[in-house]
């Protein structure tokens, strides 16, 4: 039992972890928090599950499509939704909520159109479905796939960020925006680029989850809540941390569901939440960013 | 090569500045003196694009209108400011700090000469770069902002208040390291609020109260006024 909730919590903590990375980007660089972030995740599964039922092309190989357009709709919904209440607000604070209320009406409106097509069921579909044998313990071939994915592609992104000048720019808004101007960087056209890979990022791991896990229209909101969890624990902006914490997530409830209850998985969640909340406002790895 | 006028900025119904008229001669130091609240950072914010004039301004550097131009794009255009906070890149290492003051191509070229010349005034940051900004001292922090304005390879460098927080020994090296910057080509153009140091190493000055100029001179004469020395040298 133990290797079987090791080898489950290490999969998904992987995707976890790559979603949170996501997410902290995003929100890190344009300083606005997408509500709307699991309904990319969610909405990528749906574009897989009717593609890889129409077409029969595999869903890694679909991703190749869907990541792409995710890409180019967050890009635009930043462009067209977000950039004129930067021009708005007075302050910061007043861009957080104004952006806050904006992603909250993207997320009912990404909600609707999904529950609209495809109803509020439960929906799946068997992809590599293979048990495979490691040690002592069976895991199912898809999961380790979408492990491997998750992290070659957490991989690529972390080198984006540390290695290129494009990904230093990036950092470079999510510590002081101000300065970033200062050294001629378009925080305009940085804030964009990093809503998204954000989004890009959202699409891939809900690629990823999709063949393995069931999905609803409605679950997004649950992706967002941990993305965002993971997020502020680690210290917003902070993708070593991000990547850290989100695998821990994923090993905290696969260890919760085979030794407890499945029920108290998000429970538990939010116990640790609360407490790392409480012993570091900050976040784990404790800078603040802002 | 710096030409401003007509310089107007208001927060709303509040006129912060009003028809302010300045020029800078190149590998000249100018200072601009005004109290507290005088409008010396909104007057250096509006050079470099971080509030926006009223219509009507005129801000030439080397004949190109700034006015309505991003921030970064007056960057590019050869105009640096070390601002008002220095807003460094603090969880970021001093190495990077410099690199990104290089971030645009036509500053990148440049990068390693700029470099040199960055250690040539502050030689001390050669032994820190791989210091993460945030950690080091006020006055350490002053010299990396002012050595990542200068990596942007600018024809004029913005100071605002610079010797603010600052220990007076670590202003005197401060303003003894600005001639140097002149003497490369680059103008310097800072707002200062008591500083007696700050005319010394200057050629020329103006007065702000109120959001007006009051006065201006060479510094030598503003230096041995009697009304400067009362109202900004604390005399
Ligand atoms: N963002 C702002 N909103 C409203 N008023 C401001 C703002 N910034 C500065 N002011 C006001 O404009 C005047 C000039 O401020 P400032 O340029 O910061 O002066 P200084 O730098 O000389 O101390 C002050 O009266 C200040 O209160
Ligand atoms: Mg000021």
């Known amino acids: 039992m133990?290797?079987?909730?090791?080898?489950?919590?290490?999969?998904?903590g992987g995707v976890y972890a790559l979603v949170a990375m996501g997410l902290t980007i995003q929100y890190g660089v344009s300083r606005s928090l997408n509500l709307g972030y699991g309904e990319f995740l969610i909405g990528a599964a749906f574009a897989v599950y009717?593609?890889?039922?129409?077409?029969?092309?595999?869903?890694?190989?679909?991703?190749?499509?869907v990541v792409p357009v995710a890409f180019g709709l967050s890009?635009?919904?930043?462009?067209?939704?977000?950039?004129?209440?930067?021009r708005r607000a007075r302050t910061p604070v007043a861009l957080e909520i104004d952006s806050l209320l904006l992603t909250f009406g993207l997320l009912f409106a990404m909600m609707g159109i999904?529950?609209?097509?495809?109803g509020s069921n439960y929906t799946s579909y068997t992809y590599l479905s293979v048990p495979v044998r490691i040690l002592d313990a069976t895991v199912a071939l898809n999961r380790l796939v979408s492990f491997g994915a998750a992290v070659v592609v957490g991989a690529l992104a972390f080198a984006f960020l540390m290695r290129t000048r494009t990904g230093m720019a990036l950092r470079a808004v999510a510590v002081d925006p101000v300065g970033a101007?200062?050294?001629?960087?378009?925080?305009?056209?940085?804030?964009?680029?990093?809503?998204?890979?954000?989004?890009?990022?959202a699409a891939l791991g809900g690629v990823l989850i999709s063949t393995y896990m069931t999905f609803t229209a409605e679950m997004g909101v649950v992706f967002t809540?941990?993305?965002?969890?993971?997020?502020?624990?680690?210290?917003?902006?902070?993708?070593?941390?991000?990547?850290?914490v989100g695998l821990a997530l994923g090993l905290i409830e696969a260890f919760v569901a085979a030794y407890l209850d499945p029920g108290l998985t998000v429970a538990v969640i939010y116990a640790v939440f609360l407490l790392a909340l409480i012993v570091r406002p900050v976040g784990i790895f404790g800078r603040a960013v802002r | 090569m710096l030409e401003v006028s007509n310089l107007s900025v208001s927060y709303g119904r509040h006129l912060a500045l009003s028809d302010v008229a300045l020029s800078?001669?190149?590998?000249?130091?100018?200072?601009?003196?005004g109290a507290n609240g005088a409008g010396k950072s909104t007057f250096i914010k509006a050079l470099a694009g971080l509030v926006t004039p009223a219509p009507g301004a005129r801000i030439l550097l080397g004949g190109q209108s700034l006015e309505r131009l991003p921030a970064h794009q007056i960057v590019e255009a050869g105009l640096a400011l070390v601002p008002e906070g220095r807003h460094l890149f603090s969880t970021l290492?001093?190495?990077?700090?410099?690199?990104?003051?290089?971030?645009?191509?036509?500053?990148?070229?440049?990068?390693?000469?700029?470099?040199e010349r960055v250690f040539a005034v502050f030689p001390k940051l050669r032994q820190r770069l791989s210091q993460i900004a945030g950690t080091m001292s006020g006055g350490e922090q002053q010299m990396v902002a002012i050595g990542r304005a200068m990596m942007t390879d600018p024809q004029l460098l913005l100071l605002d208040e610079p010797s603010l927080g600052l220990s007076p020994l670590l202003t005197t090296e401060l303003f003894r390291a600005l001639p140097n910057i002149a003497a490369t080509g680059t103008s310097v153009l800072m707002v200062e609020q008591n500083s007696h140091q700050s005319l010394s190493i200057s050629d020329r000055g103006y007065l702000l109260e109120d959001g007006r100029i009051t006065g201006e001179g060479a510094a030598s004469d503003l230096l041995q006024s009697e009304a400067v020395q009362k109202a900004y040298l604390g005399m």
């Open chain 1, 225 to 244: 809540m941990k993305a965002l969890i993971v997020v502020i624990m680690a210290g917003v902006g902070h993708v070593v941390g991000a990547l850290l």
């Open chain 2, 24 to 33: 800078v001669g190149q590998g000249e130091i100018v200072v601009v003196l």
């Open chain 1, 114 to 118: 999904m529950l609209l097509v495809f």
């Open chain 1, 2 to 12: 133990f290797m079987n909730a090791l080898l489950s919590g290490l999969t998904l």
């Open chain 1, 181 to 201: 101007q200062l050294v001629g960087i378009d925080v305009k056209w940085a804030a964009g680029l990093a809503f998204a890979i954000g989004g890009a990022i």
């Open chain 1, 50 to 65: 009717v593609l890889f039922g129409a077409l029969g092309i595999s869903p890694y190989l679909l991703a190749l499509v």
């Open chain 1, 75 to 86: 890009w635009l919904i930043y462009r067209v939704m977000l950039t004129p209440i930067l």
């Open chain 2, 93 to 115: 290492t001093v190495a990077e700090n410099l690199s990104l003051g290089a971030f645009l191509p036509r500053t990148r070229a440049q990068a390693s000469d700029s470099l």
